[in-house]
Nanobody, 121 residues
Framework: QVQLVESGGVLVQAGGFLRLSCAAS??????MGWFRQPPGKERQFVAV???????YYTDSVKGRFTISRDNAKNTVYLQMSSLKPDDTAVYYC?????????????????WGQGTQVTVSS
């Protein structure tokens, strides 16, 4: 199975920007997604990108976050801007089980260990 390692999470001020990376140990042609888990809440879908670059976002991050992938490097990115305190969470990446996967965490496998993003007001 592909192993995933997230990085890039830090403490940032509201309005700031940040780029998260998720490096896979091997090649995968399946869609790859980002989820987040705010303190005391359930894990939430953030964004997903297909092998060809087609993307889908949850409404709360549209226009602020951009998901992308570099297939040559087996890496997926999450560029975040205009950050808000509500974006504070542990961010996870995962590999979708099928090409049709969208927002349900049950549609994904191979979760990384997560990276903490904290947005201060």
């Amino acid at each position: 199975q592909v192993q995933l390692v997230e990085s890039g999470g830090v403490l940032v001020q509201a309005g700031g920007f940040l780029r998260l990376s998720c490096a896979a140990s091997g090649r995968t042609v399946n869609p790859m997604g980002w989820f987040r888990q705010p303190p005391g809440k359930e894990r939430q879908f953030v964004a997903v990108v297909s092998w060809s670059g087609t993307t889908y976002y949850t409404d709360s991050v549209k226009g602020r976050f951009t998901i992308s992938r570099d297939n040559a490097k087996n890496t997926v990115y999450l560029q975040m801007s205009s950050l808000k305190p509500d974006d504070t969470a542990v961010y996870y990446c995962a590999v979708a089980r099928t090409w049709a996967a969208r927002t349900l965490s049950s549609e994904y496998d191979n979760w990384g260990q997560g990276t903490q993003v904290t947005v201060s007001s």
